[in-house]
């Protein structure tokens, strides 16, 4: 049918002079955009001006909601709850985001080295994870961190060891890390694959013939080229872990009092608005966070322009 | 594959301390799913029994365990994977109509506005989700519009990011000479969208789809806040408070836990078996964002 349409002659349809033709392409631009304008009016901007809103007012049980300008930020920035949990999410990540990479690199780049059908298979078991819900991953890993059904105190006790308890105040750190690094590393696993597919393979050839190893290919010219695709999941990575709520609010039930309500900014918002219904509060956290997220995501991607980012 | 030529044969030999590499962590990523299916066929003198914990018990029922999940609560499971499945419709064509729209007007059009409502659309795309939840939730309770469906299928048309990846794909796969060639031939611009552009944005369509969908099935925090009617919960909003409970009596709460974990494991057969099948399209088009 394209080719059709390309070589079909060209059929005399009047038209008008082409500068008008574009002025009126220019309002269907508009009309193609409008609907989902719309929704990011109605759903992204609103809510955020009026988070913003709300963070500027404080409702006391006397006197009723007053203005009170940046009080509920100079609040959140001096609560040791929130700096806690920002703190928190910021170590969480600084260990998290490194281990993810090295994982998934790792496996996409023995992926692209190994073609066999066992590689094949396995990749699909490693994206697998991505296809199951957070919620639900978080309770299956909470199943398996178990002291009363799980099987990692059973497989130590077979040597005369104690397991390790990944629901204890001391290691659900690395708890919750493996759960999320299950999780997503076979997502961001296909991403550097299909990446790595993408590359020309006549540059390893002529890197062959002037005597280049494996591990020399793969440094210098794999891993260089797929700098774009590193660079995206690193920003997934940030923004998804700065806003960590999901597996701590699920794996709060099994670790009896290892995770308190307000381990990260997330949860704590949510505990102020849904079981302390102090909105403001809550939004002025909500919004704090948002900036927090958006002010280290932008920079990142500042410092990291030159390599090539996906939104330049 | 059938036929291995001798080259191929040494390939396989020399990678071999990869692939052993490999089933190591294919193990890993499996185990879980390996609990579950094991764990859901005991019930609660299997599960806390002392028996190995990732092999069967002596008893195997599946079926008695199914009839609990399926009955427990009059039947609200049924319920939430039917909720579940209307959200990630709705709430996941939806979007990707929108998106495929917007990343079209922005790839094909010159319009006023347009580097600035691109440039406020990307920056978007740094907008953490969560931190609009609580604002939403406020907007929409003022609105009467908390604890019904729209609570979570209106959050849910958002999705810059499914804009910017039509945006990239677009600027490629649809040549403009084509869509020039379309309008001189007399078609109107929906038309040229429906017939000529929408077909050869196929895949770009079937990935922004498949991740709007999966993004609302998989979806918490949003739900959790909006809904308190336990029937219109999805499913792992119920799964969640059925956790909950479980883990709060915990001497009373023993036979739910197979429950818990039967329902987590059906819960997840739908997306699994979605991806499997869908194989030849995702993987593709995930690289859509990566390749710029």
């Given amino acids: 049918m394209t080719v059709d349409l390309a070589t079909r002659p060209k059929a005399a349809t009047p038209r008008g002079p082409r500068r008008r033709g574009a002025i009126a392409r220019g309002h269907v631009g508009w009309a193609f955009v409008a609907p989902f304008a719309i929704v990011f009016f109605a759903l992204l901007v609103t809510p955020l001006l009026y988070a913003l809103y709300l963070s500027l007012f404080q409702k006391r049980l006397i006197g009723g909601t007053s203005f009170v300008l940046f009080d509920n930020y100079i609040k959140a920035f001096t609560d040791p709850n929130f700096l806690d949990g920002i703190q928190y999410v910021i170590v969480f990540s600084a260990v998290l985001i490194p281990l993810q990479m090295a994982v998934s690199l790792s496996v996409a780049l023995i992926l692209d080295a190994v073609v066999t059908r066992f590689a094949r298979f396995s990749r699909l078991m490693i994206f697998l994870p991505y296809a199951i819900p957070a919620v639900i991953g978080a309770l299956m890993w909470g199943f398996l961190y178990s002291k009363s059904f799980g099987p990692i105190a059973e497989i130590f006790g077979m040597f005369g060891a104690v397991g390790p308890d990944l629901l204890s105040r001391d290691l659900v750190f690395f708890g919750l890390l493996n759960i999320v690094t299950w999780q997503w590393a076979g997502y961001y696993m296909i991403i550097i694959y299909a990446a790595l597919q993408g590359i020309d393979p006549t540059l390893y050839e002529a890197a062959r013939i002037d005597g280049a190893t494996g591990w020399q290919i793969t440094l210098r010219i794999k891993i260089p080229l797929i700098a774009p695709a590193l660079l995206l999941i690193l920003v997934f990575a940030l923004i998804g872990t700065l806003q960590f709520f999901n597996e701590p609010q699920i794996l709060r039930y099994l670790a009896s009092g290892a995770i308190p309500s307000d381990l990260t900014p997330n949860m704590y918002a949510y505990q102020q608005a849904f079981a302390l219904a102090n909105y403001n509060y809550g939004s002025a956290i909500s919004f704090a966070l948002g900036a927090v997220v958006f002010v280290c995501v932008y920079l990142f991607m500042f410092i990291t322009r030159k390599r090539g980012s996906f939104l330049s | ?292």
């Fill in chain 2, 1 to 292: 594959m059938t036929t291995l030529t001798d080259s191929g044969r040494a390939a396989r030999r020399r990678h071999l301390p990869l692939q052993v590499l490999l089933g190591f962590l294919v193990v890993y990523f499996l185990v879980p799913f390996w609990w579950v299916i094991v764990n859901s066929s005991k019930d609660a003198a299997g599960l806390f029994g002392g028996g190995s914990s990732l092999w069967f018990a002596e008893d195997i029922d599946y079926w008695g365990n199914l009839v609990d999940l399926f009955t427990y609560q009059n039947g609200i499971y049924v319920r939430w994977l039917l909720n579940s499945a209307l959200y990630a419709f709705v709430g996941g064509i939806g979007a990707t109509v929108l998106a495929v729209m917007a990343g079209y007007g922005f790839a094909k059009f010159r319009f006023r506005g347009r580097s600035f409502s691109f440039a406020v659309l990307l920056g978007s795309v740094m907008v953490p989700t969560t931190a609009l939840v609580i604002p939403t939730f406020i907007l929409f309770s003022q609105l009467g519009l908390t604890n019904t469906i729209w609570a979570v299928i209106l959050p849910t048309l958002l999705n810059p990011f499914g804009v910017y990846l039509m945006n990239i794909y677009t600027r490629e796969a649809v040549p403009d000479e084509l869509l020039d060639a379309a309008r001189v031939d007399g078609a109107g611009e929906v038309r040229t969208f429906l017939q000529v552009s929408v077909p050869l944005m196929r895949p770009a369509i079937v990935t922004v789809l498949l991740l709007s969908v999966v993004a609302s099935w998989n979806n918490y925090f949003l739900p959790l806040a909006m809904l308190s009617d336990n029937r219109l919960f999805p499913v792992t909003v119920g799964i969640g408070m059925w956790q909950g409970i479980a883990s709060a009596n915990n001497a009373g709460g023993t036979s739910l836990w197979s429950v818990i974990i039967l329902g987590s494991l059906v819960s997840v057969i739908p997306l699994v078996i979605a991806f499997l099948t869908l194989q030849k399209y995702w993987q593709g088009g995930l690289s859509i964002g990566s390749l710029k």
